[in-house]
C-alpha cells in the first residue's frame, strides 16, 4: 500500500498542470447552454471541457479500443464540447492503481478491472466464476445490469460510466491437456479468480502481467495460460502455444469509472449523453471481443500455426465440473460473512445470464 501512495504521488507531480487545466476547463465547461432543435444538444466552442482517461493494457487490446470508441461518440454527441484523452498502457495509471489514481486526480477517468482486485471488490468478484458464460456479449451485459442494480458499496465514490467483460478463460498451453491429471503441477498464468479455478484443477497457477507471457513462455517458466483467447493473435502466443482446451471458465470484469464529484461537475446534458453511452459500450464491447477479436484469433491461430483445440469427453467434462462447483457456494458463505447478498446476487446473474443468452445466441 506504501508503494502505491508513492507511486501516485509520483503520478500526481507528472501530471499537476493536467490535472489543474481539466479542473478550470470543467468549471468553464460548466456553463454550456443547450440548442434546442439541433442534432446536438450543446454548442460547439463555449469552452470545451478536456478528460482524461487511463488505461493499463496496450492500445491494440480490446478494451482500449472501447476506449477510443466511447471517447469518439462522447465528443461527437457533445458536439465538441467534451474532447476525451486516452491514455492506455499504463502510461497514466497502472493496474494496481487505477481506482485510487481516478479518486486522486490522477485521470480523470479510469478503466480497471475488479477482478484483479477480489477483496476490494467482493461483490463483483461473483461475476468471474466458473458459471458458464458463453460469450463476452453475454457476460457483459449481465455485469452492466448487475452494477445497475446492486450499485455495489464500494464504488459509491465513482460514477460507473461503462462495464463489459472478456470472453471466458480457456487454458492455452505448450502442450495437450486432455485430462485433470495432464493438468497436474502445470504452471500456467492466471489472475483474480482464475487462480483460484486452476489451483482447485491442480494446476500451479503463477501471477503476472499479460505482457510478460510470451518470454515467460519461452524461457521455460511457465507452460501457458489461462485466459481469453484473443491473446493468441495480440501477444503472437499463437506462435508458442499450441494448444487451447475447449473448456470456458470465468471471465475477467472491466469497470470505467469517474470519481462522484468530478462527474457532478458536469453539464447535465453531458452527464446525459455520457449515460446513454453505459449500456451501448458495454455491447459494443462484447460484440467486438467475441467477433473482431476473438473469432479473428482463432482463424489466424488455427491457419497459420495449426493450433489444436481439444474437447474434453462428457466424462472428463463432468470430472472438471464437480471440483468447481463447490467454488460458488464457498463465495456465498464468505459474502455472508462481509454482511453481503452473495446468493441473491448469483440468483439474479443467472436470471440476466438467460435473458441476455436468448440475445446473442
Known sequence: MFKLINR???KIFVSTLLALAVGAILVVGGCGTTTGGTENPLEEDEGAITLSYAFFAPASSFPAVQMDKWAEEVEKRTGGMVLVETYP???LLDADGMYDGVLAGVADIGLGSPSYDPGRFPLLSGVSLPLGFNNATEASLVLYDLLEEFRPQELETFKVLTAFTNEPGYI??????????DLQGMELRAAGTGVQVLRTLGA???GMPMPEVPETVQTGVIEGTMTSREVLLDFA???LLGYVVDYPMGVVTFVAVM???KWEALPTEVQDIMEELGREMASFTGEYHDIENVAKAMDWAKEEHALQVISLDDDE???WDILLEPMTDEWIEEMEEKGLSG???LEELHRLKERHGEKVE
Do not use: N, W
Not at 172 to 181: A, T, Y
Open 237 to 239: 502466443l499463437a506462435e
Open 204 to 206: 500451479a497457477p503463477v
Open 89 to 91: 498502457g499504463g502510461t
Open 259 to 261: 470519481e462522484r464529484d
Open 343 to 345: 446468493e441473491h446476487f
Open 172 to 181: 492455452q498451453s505448450v502442450r495437450p491437456v486432455e485430462s485433470l491429471e
Open 8 to 10: 501516485i504521488k509520483l
Open 317 to 319: 467434462r463432468a470430472r
